[in-house]
Every structure is written in C-alpha cells, then in structure tokens.
C-alpha cells in the first residue's frame, strides 16, 4: 500500500506553540543597554590626527 506523503501534519495548535516557542528564543531590546544616536554618530580622530594634534601642541608649548 503506497503512501503519499503531501506536506507536514501539524495542528493549529502546534503551529502555535512552535511559532510562540521559536519567538521567545529572540532576545528582547533591554532598556539599559541602548546607547543614544549622538554616541553612535560620535566621530573618532584617526591615529595621524592624534599625532597632528600633539605636535601642535609641543610645538606650542616649545615656542612659549
């Protein structure tokens, strides 16, 4: 006796609590831990600017 297989046999109920059960495996967003846009735009001297900066400033403090 032949079978045909067409697609997975699940319940509206175990199609529930699969998709509930996969959704609470994503962690939620924690309030403490978000940073404000300011700090993520923030911009960083590249390493060549820091060492500008310093020589200006020696030069400056040589030149009093």
Same mark, same amino acid.
């Given at each position: 006796? #032949?079978?045909?297989?067409?697609? %997975?046999?699940?319940? %509206?109920?175990?199609?529930? +609590? +699969?998709?509930?059960?996969? !959704? &609470? !495996? *994503?962690?939620?967003?924690? $309030?403490? &831990?978000? $940073? %404000?846009?300011? /700090?993520?735009? $923030?911009?960083?001297?590249?390493?060549? /600017? *820091? *060492?500008? $900066? &310093?020589?200006?400033?020696?030069?400056?403090?040589?030149? #009093?």
């Amino acid at each position: 006796m #032949k079978r045909l297989a067409v697609g %997975p046999m699940t319940t %509206p109920g175990y199609n529930e +609590w +699969w998709s509930k059960r996969v !959704n &609470d !495996n *994503i962690p939620g967003t924690n $309030q403490e &831990d978000i $940073q %404000p846009m300011e /700090e993520y735009l $923030q911009v960083v001297p590249s390493e060549l /600017e *820091i *060492i500008k $900066q &310093d020589f200006e400033r020696k030069n400056s403090e040589l030149g #009093k």
